[in-house]
């Protein structure tokens, strides 16, 4: 996956999965001073984090010209919280674990991607977008990280081949022409496009391995279409 995509897809991570709000009390243990609304497994997620990403969804139909569906935002919403919620816990199972330097890294590339001045710049937006605080923000890229070193774990199960290589080397030079733009030196770009063409393979991988999970997990919603925030 190139820089930029990449950088986009944290983007819209952040921006459909954002708002992690939690009430704890002392000693009585939880207090419900925001509905739970969803429960996976043995993580819950309150109306107000729910109402994020659900408005957040109805937000990119609009800009798609998609007429409102609450019943599919619905779906969609409860998807998002239950693949994360699923997918992280594998990821902790499995012992990926990701450090705050790596955090900074995939910042600056977002940083680079976007054209922005510094990294507070590219916060500032994100919180904007209504993705949350730099702690919302830190957590949901320790995920998306997490996920890229799961398709990473498949690589001994999968062969990428130079020939491969090369061939979407070809393909990414035809399209740069097109575009009239110069695409750097094979020894270059060689890495990441074993990288690009790795997860492509350990996608259909990690999807098979989410759905097993899925099968297996409790899921509870406490919520209606007619009760979403869009």
Do not use: C
Request: aromatic letters at 8%.
């Amino acid at each position: 996956m190139d820089k930029f995509s990449k950088s986009l897809l944290i983007v819209i991570a952040i921006v459909a999965i954002a708002g992690i709000l939690w009430y704890w009390s002392d000693q009585e243990g939880l207090v419900i001073k925001d509905d739970i609304v969803l429960r996976v497994n043995s993580t819950s997620f309150s109306r107000s984090e729910f109402a994020n990403v659900t408005r957040n969804i109805a937000q990119g139909f609009e800009m798609q010209g998609i007429d409102i569906d609450k019943e599919g935002i619905l779906k969609q919403a409860v998807e998002s919280f239950v693949h994360q919620t699923l997918l992280e816990a594998y990821a902790d199972e499995k012992g990926m674990t990701v450090t705050q330097t790596e955090i900074d890294d995939s910042l600056e590339e977002m940083t680079l991607a976007y054209g922005m001045s510094n990294k507070e710049e590219l916060l500032s937006f994100l919180k904007e977008q209504g993705a949350g605080d730099v702690e919302d923000i830190n957590k949901l890229l320790a995920l998306e990280l997490k996920i890229n070193k799961l398709i990473s774990s498949y690589g001994d199960e999968i062969d990428v081949t130079e020939k491969e290589i090369k061939g979407l080397y070809d393909e990414y030079v035809e399209y740069m022409q097109n575009a009239d733009q110069e695409m750097p030196a094979y020894e270059e770009v060689q890495v990441e496009l074993h990288n690009k063409l790795l997860q492509n393979k350990a996608m259909p991988l990690l999807l098979a391995k989410l759905e097993e999970l899925e099968k297996d997990a409790v899921i509870e919603v406490f919520i209606s279409a007619e009760e979403i925030e869009v």
